[in-house]
């Protein structure tokens, strides 16, 4: 390192160099400094933003939590109180409590099932007693079992099948209802109106559905065995896949309904108006169809052994393609006017050994096709 003297014999020009340069230097190393504190100071503040965050961040869950549980503790004690005054002995009260019971299922979907068990069996509960002769029932559901039936049947999202077997509920508006898999066995549902109701998988076995409206229902795949649908308005519903085995459809308005491989073994339906009805593959085994219009319907694979249709209209419903069509049924006095019969095995036809006995027992014409 140079001395003082040293320094001191060099030109003037080189020791303001000299010096320049340790300014520099010392500049560089203050500037060096000042970085190494703001790095530092940003450091810390990106650390204690972080702290901050993260104990925000565990406020709000904290906070979310609390209110979470709050809302919990609120809906169950609106829960507990609706639950009181739906046993209210007046019927404001109740009906009140139904109305309730109707937002909370919107603002609880997880308590969707318990809600409506809870309307199924108010209504259960609260119908004419089964020793109630039906003459004696009701013009029509009280307010607050209307009220019950028109929540649940206006209850758009799923929910396990409803259970309102053997319910007492004649000349309800249930219009549009939604009771797809609903069990309503043994249901007393006559006059009730059904129109566009959805009922597909629906188990109406023995249920009454006397003079019901059931306007192009959708009844796919339903269970109907035995059930009562004496003049019912079936125009235009769908049965497909249906099971009415043994239902009593005497003088049921059918015009155009859907019948697709439906199950209609035994089943009565003596006078009934099945113009235009599709029956395509339909089970009709030893069915009762005496005086059945079934102009212009499709029976096209029907199976019509052993069923009864003396005094049926036949007049431009289509029946070939099928070998078995009418093998064993009965056809005296049938209105085969117009009928297309071609393909069918008329062979074994009751009463009958073939095309002229036919001719000789039914109303035929020159439009009668074989």
């Given at each position: 390192m140079p001395t003082q003297d040293d320094l001191d014999r060099l030109p003037a020009d080189v020791r303001m160099e000299l010096r320049n340069q340790q300014r520099a230097e010392r500049h560089q190393w203050l500037n060096s400094?000042?970085?190494?504190?703001?790095?530092?100071?940003?450091?810390?503040?990106?650390v204690a933003t972080g702290l901050t965050l993260r104990t925000a961040q565990e406020d709000?869950?904290?906070?979310?939590?609390?209110?979470?549980?709050?809302?919990?503790?609120?809906?169950?004690?609106r829960y507990a109180k609706t639950l009181e005054a739906l046993t209210d002995d007046d019927a404001t009260i109740r009906l009140g409590a139904i109305h309730a019971l109707n937002r909370l299922l919107s603002d609880s979907p997880r308590d969707r099932a318990a809600i409506t068990a809870v309307l199924a069996g108010f209504i259960r509960s609260h119908d004419p007693a089964p020793t109630?002769?039906?003459?004696?029932?009701?013009?029509?559901?009280?307010?607050?079992?209307?009220a019950a039936l028109s929540t649940l049947a206006s209850n758009p999202l799923p929910v396990p099948p409803l259970d309102l077997h053997g319910v007492r509920v004649p000349h309800s508006d249930l219009q549009n209802a939604n009771f797809n898999g609903a069990n309503l066995s043994g249901a007393t549902l006559f006059r009730a109106d059904l129109v566009q109701a959805k009922l597909s998988?629906?188990?109406?076995?023995?249920?009454?559905l006397h003079r019901a409206k059931l306007i192009?229902?959708?009844?796919?795949?339903?269970?109907?065995?035995?059930?009562?649908?004496?003049?019912?308005?079936?125009?235009?519903?769908?049965?497909?896949?249906?099971?009415?085995?043994?239902?009593?459809?005497?003088?049921?308005?059918?015009?155009g309904t859907i019948l697709h491989r439906a199950n209609l073994s035994r089943a009565?339906?003596?006078?009934?108006?099945?113009?235009?009805?599709?029956?395509?593959g339909a089970s009709l085994l030893d069915a009762q169809l005496r005086?059945?219009?079934l102009s212009g319907a499709d029976l096209r694979g029907a199976d019509l052994r052993g069923a009864d249709l003396r005094g049926a209209r036949l007049s431009n419903a289509f029946m070939?393609?099928?070998?078995?069509?009418?093998?064993?049924?009965?056809?005296?006095?049938?209105?085969?006017?117009?009928?297309?019969?071609?393909?069918?095995?008329?062979?074994?036809?009751?009463?009958?050994?073939?095309?002229?006995?036919?001719?000789?027992?039914?109303?035929?014409?020159?439009?009668?096709?074989?």
């Open positions: 400094l000042g970085i190494l504190f703001g790095v530092l100071f940003t450091a810390g503040s990106l709000l869950r904290t906070s979310q939590e609390n209110l979470r549980l709050a809302r919990e503790g609120q809906f169950t004690d109630t002769e039906n003459e004696e029932l009701p013009s029509e559901p009280s307010v607050d079992i209307a998988g629906a188990n109406l076995t023995d249920a009454n192009r229902a959708d009844l796919r795949d339903a269970v109907l065995s035995r059930t009562d649908l004496r003049d019912a308005y079936l125009t235009r519903a769908d049965l497909s896949g249906a099971y009415p085995t043994e239902a009593d459809l005497r003088d049921a308005q059918m015009t009565n339906l003596t006078g009934a108006y099945l113009l235009e009805a599709n029956l395509t005086d059945v219009d070939g393609l099928s070998g078995e069509l009418l093998r064993v049924a009965d056809l005296r006095g049938a209105n085969l006017e117009g009928a297309n019969l071609r393909g069918a095995d008329l062979r074994q036809v009751r009463f009958s050994v073939g095309v002229d006995e036919i001719r000789r027992v039914a109303v035929t014409d020159g439009t009668t096709r074989w």
